[in-house]
C-alpha cells in the first residue's frame, strides 16, 4: 500500500496563516491555552496513560477527559483549578500557577 505523505506540514501551514494579521491576532490569544493542552498532553504520554486511564484515576468517565482536552484547544469552557489538580494528579504531576509581569 502507498502511503501519501502531505505536501505541507502542520506547523509550515500555521506559519502560512500566521502571515495573515487577523489569524495572528486571534492565534496569540490563544497561546495560554496552547501551551497548557501541549502540556497535559505531554504529560500523559509520559505517563503512559490513555484518557480512559485518566479518567478512572480521577474517579470520572473517559469522555470527560476528552471534554477537557478538548476545551482548551477551542476556547469553550475553562476546567477548574480542581479539575486540572485532578487531572495533574493522575498523570503523576503536581499543579502549579504562576503570574508572569504583562510585557
Given at each position: 500500500m502507498k502511503r501519501n505523505i502531505?505536501?505541507?506540514t502542520h506547523h509550515r501551514m500555521v506559519e502560512e496563516w500566521k502571515r495573515d494579521p487577523a489569524?495572528?491576532?486571534a492565534y496569540n490569544e490563544l497561546e495560554t491555552e496552547y501551551v497548557l493542552l501541549r502540556e497535559l498532553l505531554q504529560a500523559r504520554q509520559r505517563a503512559g496513560l490513555t484518557q480512559a486511564e485518566v479518567?478512572?484515576?480521577m474517579g470520572t468517565k473517559a469522555p470527560a477527559v476528552t471534554r477537557l482536552e478538548t476545551a482548551?484547544?477551542?476556547n469553550r469552557q475553562s476546567p477548574t483549578l480542581a479539575?486540572?489538580?485532578?487531572y495533574a494528579h493522575a498523570v503523576g504531576c503536581k499543579l502549579e500557577v504562576h503570574l508572569v509581569i504583562g510585557k
Amino acid at each position: 500500500m502507498k502511503r501519501n505523505i502531505p505536501a505541507k506540514t502542520h506547523h509550515r501551514m500555521v506559519e502560512e496563516w500566521k502571515r495573515d494579521p487577523a489569524f495572528k491576532v486571534a492565534y496569540n490569544e490563544l497561546e495560554t491555552e496552547y501551551v497548557l493542552l501541549r502540556e497535559l498532553l505531554q504529560a500523559r504520554q509520559r505517563a503512559g496513560l490513555t484518557q480512559a486511564e485518566v479518567a478512572k484515576k480521577m474517579g470520572t468517565k473517559a469522555p470527560a477527559v476528552t471534554r477537557l482536552e478538548t476545551a482548551l484547544s477551542d476556547n469553550r469552557q475553562s476546567p477548574t483549578l480542581a479539575t486540572l489538580k485532578k487531572y495533574a494528579h493522575a498523570v503523576g504531576c503536581k499543579l502549579e500557577v504562576h503570574l508572569v509581569i504583562g510585557k
